[in-house]
Structure formats: structure tokens, C-alpha cells
């Protein structure tokens, strides 16, 4: 059964560091969604991306994020400068049209120290 | 201020009830989502639906376009069925809100 899959499961990183969170969909899904839950807290949106380029995005996703599809396989999502607050579990989601079910990758752990 | 609202945040059951969680928006939507989270932190997809009523197995969402209000219910709940159950919706600019979630305890 094809899964959406992420790597790495858990990234360490010091404040200020960029890191690449990284994701591989399901083939034939073209739409690619970024989602985080703070530790003990609800999921939020981040943003969503169809026809190699961002469709929606929440208040959270500023300038220190950055999505793209570098290839026919990947969505990464980039943090350019980490804050402490970034810690958090990163889901990426895929699903096959905008009227599908969504389905999620197991997620990564981000933590900032 | 919460587009979604969920209740109740906790539920304890004996195996075999029927459980009911219930969802309550306040934006327009596209769709809305029933999401199953494990305690290992994995996310499931178990409904999307934009009207009436979808079944799976023990599972049965509802929707009411008009009063805003969907609901999940699971029959002859198992302990496996433990988890927490999350409701979102899709708005209509393809922005998604997520409620709080429903931690679900089903005891043997």
C-alpha cells in the first residue's frame, strides 16, 4: 500500500541553524500539505502546495519557511533561521485532489535547543 | 478565537459502548475531516465528507451543512479504538482549522 514517508524521524538542531525537513508523497498525488503540532498541542496548518506552488498558507508560515518540490518525488520544507518555538512535530500529507482524503506521513521531530 | 470546537476533550468508555464525538465549526468549508492520532503520534485519515453520512466498519461520520455540526461515532467500541479523534475542516480558501482533538479511552 503506497505511504507518504519523512525524514529524518527526529532532527536535533541549535538555535539559529537552518534544517530541511523532508518528504517523499504518494506518486500520483498532487497536492502536498505542510502541518505541525507543538508537543501537547493541537495541529496547525501550514501550508499547501499544488502545481509546484504554495496555494494556501497560515499566519504561522513566514519568511523563515520555505516549501519546494526539487524533484518529481521530494517536498521539503526549509526553516532558514530555528527559534526555540520551532519545536514541534512535523507532518506532511499528500492526497490525490482537493476533494480527497488526506494521507499523512508519520512525522519528524524537530526539537531547537 | 477557535474556528473548530470539539467535545468532549476527554472520554472514558467501557468496551462495547457506543461513543459519539461531536465537532462544531464556525467557517465556511469545503470539507471536513475526521483524523484519528495514535499515542505514538502517527495521523490517520478516517472520513472526509461535505454532506450526509459516511460509514466504515464501526465508524460512522455525520455532517450538517446547515447547523455547522458534524459528529463521529463508534459502535461497540474496542480498546484498540483508544486514541485521539481530531476534527478539521478545509476552508474554503484551502486554508485548514483543526479542533483540539478528543482523547478517547476505551477500558477492557
Known amino acids: 500500500e503506497p505511504e507518504v514517508t519523512q525524514t529524518p524521524s527526529h532532527q536535533v538542531t541549535q538555535m539559529g541553524q537552518e534544517v530541511i525537513l523532508r518528504c517523499v508523497p504518494i506518486s500520483n498525488h498532487l497536492y502536498f500539505y505542510w502541518y505541525r503540532q507543538i508537543l501537547g498541542q493541537k495541529v496547525e496548518f501550514l501550508v499547501s502546495f499544488y502545481n509546484n506552488e504554495i496555494s494556501e498558507k497560515s499566519e504561522i508560515f513566514d519568511d523563515q519557511f520555505s516549501v519546494e518540490r526539487p524533484d518529481g518525488s521530494n517536498f521539503t520544507l526549509k526553516i532558514r533561521s530555528t527559534k526555540l518555538e520551532d519545536s514541534a512535530m512535523y507532518f506532511c500529507?499528500?492526497?490525490?485532489?482537493?476533494?480527497?482524503?488526506?494521507?499523512f506521513g508519520p512525522g519528524t521531530r524537530l526539537t531547537v535547543l | 478565537k477557535n474556528e473548530v470546537e470539539q467535545s468532549p476533550q476527554n472520554l472514558t468508555a467501557q468496551e462495547g459502548e457506543f461513543i459519539t464525538i461531536n465537532c462544531s465549526y464556525s467557517v465556511g468549508i469545503s470539507a471536513l475531516h475526521w483524523l484519528q492520532q495514535h499515542p505514538g503520534g502517527g495521523i490517520v485519515s478516517l472520513f472526509m465528507?461535505?454532506?450526509g453520512k459516511k460509514k466504515h466498519g464501526r465508524l460512522i461520520a455525520t455532517i450538517n451543512i446547515q447547523e455547522k455540526h458534524s459528529s463521529l461515532h463508534i459502535t461497540a467500541s474496542h480498546p484498540r479504538d483508544s486514541a485521539v479523534y481530531i476534527c478539521a475542516v478545509s476552508g474554503t480558501g484551502n486554508q485548514f482549522y483543526f479542533g483540539t482533538g478528543t482523547s478517547l479511552t476505551v477500558i477492557p
Open positions: 465528507l461535505s454532506s
Open positions: 500529507a499528500s492526497s490525490g485532489d482537493l476533494l480527497n482524503e488526506q494521507f
